[in-house]
């Protein structure tokens, strides 16, 4: 058995224990480069190790299984790696080296101790909710990824990163109250919380027993919902994520996806097409909540007056616009909205860097959307902002047109489908006026003459940044290289996700390697666990 | 047991409600207490017998009465355990980043500031 599907845990984790150590010893000074150098090359690593994984999935017939201390069936703990979990984990890896980079090249590392700590813990915890094959692990993994989170959120203690933080931490404990509920629930109706048995028994689960499971997968998705901000639950993301270190920010873009990536997960595995009393239990509720989402995001983009809660709710936006193809459960469907969320995360991510980049040259007046100072390069910082922008909005040529171009050609042609066509093509104007909007003010409305600057840093003396070299930019203009790429690979890349949404969508492949035939499809033996695995 | 979680998810939720931090804390800790008497009962409780599966105690299922060895099912334990670890740590989180909000903002209200009353 190899032991690569676990790789993605244990790096993180043993990395952010080694950054302890570093801290104790690097007290006296000098701690601090090897620090750095460690974590960059930690996050490369996991990237490389995406890049492996992906083509190891892609390789495979069938989801690898890493079984947890060997224990057989259903019993232990697994990790399954499939195409889905190895594409979000080469995703993860991506986010978070972009945005370690530009926190090491912005020195927003330094405002307190363990930052890098932290940020491999968020990592680890994101990488185990999307290898973990059982309910209650993704629950353990969601909680680290949350409590790394937390800290994350409210590092460097500013008076706004605290008043979020406390509406994030208290929103997001009472999720996992909620998680817990629906894992009872649903241990209560079926006996198991691995997911491949638990697809398993739900299929023959009898109808008596219908509202239990029922009421336990809206609850999941309720507590996915939450975590991914679509409508009504997303009220803490843009202004979390307005207050928040701007790299984190950026990791956080990939945060907002493991909720996503739970709801794709566990309603087509356990409450997808084939789950008897809980067929397609989510579809109605899914398919509104995305398109409002979606809507509501966008009409939140054009009416916020500062540029971070605006990508703030451009990123709910394309949360609503990737889970309307999911919500249609139908595989081209599925593949063109996994294909938007791999752009969505790239392009936010290096969004909100790029709003730090251009923030933090306009002295006062921050990331306002009000008449303000030049940046001191504005061609330099224009041209990333105007690729970011055309990233974001999903305009031609970049990777975000082909998703959505993916998704209205895979709309079905009843009344859904007309409903996904206007949504997302009003939401995309709407986002486009935001964007242009906020360009034309931050790098066009600008003073000329210094004596008529309110915030001129030379006559106020107000602190002032050091102008963005290329290197600072450099992790942005990584970022959307990466969304450029996207698009020129756009061919490989959708054979990537058709391939993972067949995968997805008949899921025998995946039950048959997790219980590896120790679980009966009996809806008798309900509570027991069934005989032939254990030694 | 049912009137007891309801009684504490009822209490939990008023409390969530409330606008000053401490008695949002004192909410979600009634209802972390509600979800592990939750979990419990939904793991269908068995007094007095051990938590070892034995030869023949497979079919020992819900509802079956003593057609088999019966067995007490260790994994609503664990999971209440687990639930309690980790709820723990988040109360503590939660109190010390409530206490910190309260020294750098000066209120103790949800929203980092006294509501605004307006003049009648």
Redesign the interface.
């Known amino acids: 058995m190899s032991h690569l599907a676990i790789a993605p845990i244990l790096l993180p984790l043993l990395t952010a224990m080694l950054l302890v150590v570093l801290q104790a010893l690097g007290r006296a000074g000098g701690g601090r480069r090897r620090q750095r150098t460690l974590s960059v090359a930690s996050a490369a690593s996991f990237a490389a190790l995406g890049v492996l994984l992906v083509a190891r999935a892609d390789g495979a017939a069938a989801p690898e299984v890493y079984r947890v201390g060997a224990w057989p069936g259903p019993f232990g703990i697994v990790l399954v790696l499939d195409r889905l979990s190895a594409l979000m984990l080469l995703l993860t890896g991506l986010v978070a080296l972009g945005a370690m980079l530009h926190a090491v090249r912005q020195r927003s590392d330094q405002r307190a101790h363990y930052f890098h700590t932290l940020f491999h813990l968020q990592v680890a915890g994101i990488a185990g909710a999307f290898l973990t094959g059982d309910l209650?692990n993704l629950f353990?993994f969601f909680?680290l990824l949350l409590?790394a989170s937390?800290c994350l959120l409210?590092y460097g203690?500013t008076?706004a990163r605290?008043?979020s933080?406390?509406?994030y931490?208290?929103l997001n404990?009472?999720g996992?109250?909620l998680f817990?509920?629906a894992?009872?629930?649903l241990?209560?109706a079926t006996?198991t919380?691995n997911m491949a048995e638990l697809a398993v028994r739900t299929a023959a689960l009898p109808a008596a027993d219908a509202g239990l499971v029922r009421a336990g997968a809206l609850l999941l998705l309720v507590v996915f919902a939450l975590k991914a901000a679509v409508v009504p639950l997303h009220f803490w993301l843009p202004s979390t994520y307005a207050a928040v270190n701007p790299a984190v920010a950026a990791l956080f873009a990939i945060m907002t996806k493991v909720g996503v990536y739970g709801i794709v997960r566990v309603h087509t595995l356990a409450f997808g097409p084939d789950a008897g009393v809980a067929t397609l239990v989510a579809a109605p509720w899914l398919l509104p909540a995305a398109l409002v989402t979606l809507a509501l995001g966008a009409l939140g983009a054009l009416a916020s007056r500062r540029l971070r809660p605006m990508q703030g709710y451009l990123l709910v936006m394309s949360v609503g616009t990737m889970l309307a193809p999911v919500a249609l459960f139908d595989a081209s469907a599925l593949s063109a909205g996994l294909y938007y969320l791999v752009h969505s995360t790239l392009a936010s991510a290096a969004m909100f860097l790029v709003a730090d980049l251009v923030a933090r040259e306009r002295g006062g007046v921050d990331d306002e959307l009000v008449r303000g100072p030049a940046v001191a390069r504005p061609a330099l910082l224009g041209a990333i902002f105007f690729a970011g922008a055309v990233a974001v909005a999903g305009l031609p040529p970049l990777a975000g047109f082909v998703g959505k171009a993916l998704i209205l050609a895979a709309a079905p042609s009843d009344g859904r489908g007309w409903w996904l066509w206007a949504v997302t093509l009003g939401g995309s104007l709407v986002a486009l006026v935001a964007l242009a909007r906020a360009g034309s003010t931050l790098f066009w409305n600008t003073y000329r003459d210094r004596d008529d600057d309110p915030f001129d840093p030379v006559v106020h003396g107000a602190p002032t940044a050091a102008p963005a070299t290329a290197g600072m930019v450099a992790p942005a203009v990584g970022l959307l290289a990466l969304v450029v790429a996207l698009t020129a690979l756009a061919g490989p890349v959708t054979d990537y996700t058709t391939a993972t949404a067949a995968q997805l969508l008949a899921p025998q492949p995946y039950l048959d390697a997790v219980l590896d035939g120790a679980v009966p499809a009996d809806g008798?033996?309900?509570?027991?666990?069934?005989?032939g695995g254990?030694p | 047991m049912t009137a007891a979680i309801g009684l504490l998810t009822a209490l939990g939720v008023y409390l969530l409600l409330r606008a000053r931090t401490f008695a949002v804390i004192l909410g979600l800790m009634m209802l972390s207490y509600a979800v592990n008497l939750f979990l419990l009962a939904m793991g269908r409780l068995r007094g007095s017998v051990p938590p070892v599966l034995t030869a023949g105690a497979e079919a020992a299922g819900a509802g079956a009465t003593g057609a088999a060895v019966p067995y007490a099912d260790p994994v609503p334990q664990a999971l209440i355990l687990t639930a309690i670890v980790i709820g723990f740590a988040m109360s503590a989180f939660v109190i010390v980043l409530a206490m910190r909000a309260r020294i750098a903002l000066g209120t103790d209200h949800v929203d980092g500031h006294e509501p605004v009353r307006r003049p009648r």
């Open positions: 209650f353990v909680e409590i937390y409210v203690g008076v605290i008043r933080g406390l509406h931490v208290v404990l009472v996992s109250s817990l509920v894992a009872g629930t241990y209560g006996g919380l008798g033996a309900r509570r027991a666990g069934a005989g254990a």
